[in-house]
């Protein structure tokens, strides 16, 4: 069941990486998706028949497997500003980012309550807030300019629960739907959900390292946004 790899156009960002280099990233990602994707509906099984097409040294496995391994790093990366935000000395930042990947819920809107901004420490009548597991710090809330960094932080630290939940709301198994028809039926949607995925993705990586080397003042921890 090797798989055909389809060329896209995509709009080309503004990156110090040539449009290939960004092409070439997309299509990782594209692929990251897509595994997991197919490892849902075959609930594990996918991924054990692409490892065994490895080690037969199947290119088209081999290629799945390279994307998958080098978005999974790219999205531990991000994980780990929470410590180096911390060791930084930025405590207020490193409390958002650990509260943000944590909570089960995404970012939301907080109108007409009166509070302090965690970052800015400046009086808000309305801003993000983000809920955790904590009891200690039971929500924290920040400027509404810091809207679109909190989702997106949470997107990646919570990415393999969006798409599990995508998928399993798109693609309900039923007895008359065997898993290679729904693999099938996944790579024929693809530009329906996993091309929205990819761009968001991509979108998301790059405004969370972008922002976190103004607010820490520091090179990105990324081999790809430098």
Not at 19 to 46: C, H, M, P, T
Not at 156 to 178: C, F, H, P
Request: hydrophobic share 40%; glycine share 2%.
């Amino acid at each position: 069941m090797s798989l055909v790899f389809q060329k896209a156009s995509y709009e080309n960002y503004k990156l110090p990486d040539s449009k290939k280099n960004v092409e070439n990233f997309k299509k990782d990602i594209r692929n990251f998706f897509l595994l997991r994707a197919y490892d849902v509906v075959s609930q594990g099984a996918y991924r054990r028949y692409l490892l065994r097409e490895k080690d037969l040294q199947e290119m088209w496995a081999i290629t799945m497997h390279q994307s998958f391994s080098r978005i999974n790093a790219e999205i531990k990366q991000v994980l780990k500003y929470i410590c180096i935000s911390k060791t930084r000395g930025k405590l207020n930042v490193s409390t958002l980012l650990q509260k943000i990947s944590v909570s089960a819920d995404a970012p939301e809107l907080s109108i007409n309550e009166v509070c302090r901004c965690h970052l800015t420490s400046v009086v808000i009548f309305s801003g993000v807030k983000i809920t955790g597991k904590s009891d200690v710090v039971p929500s924290i809330v920040v400027h509404r300019r810091f809207e679109k960094f909190c989702w997106c932080f949470w997107f990646l630290a919570k990415v393999e629960s969006v798409l599990k939940l995508i998928i399993k709301e798109n693609y309900a198994k039923t007895d008359d739907v065997s898993v290679t028809d729904m693999i099938q039926r996944i790579f024929k949607d693809d530009l329906l959900v996993i091309r929205d995925l990819t761009e968001y993705c991509f979108d998301a990586l790059q405004y969370v390292h972008n922002s976190l080397k103004v607010l820490l003042d520091m090179t990105p921890c990324s081999e790809f946004f430098v």
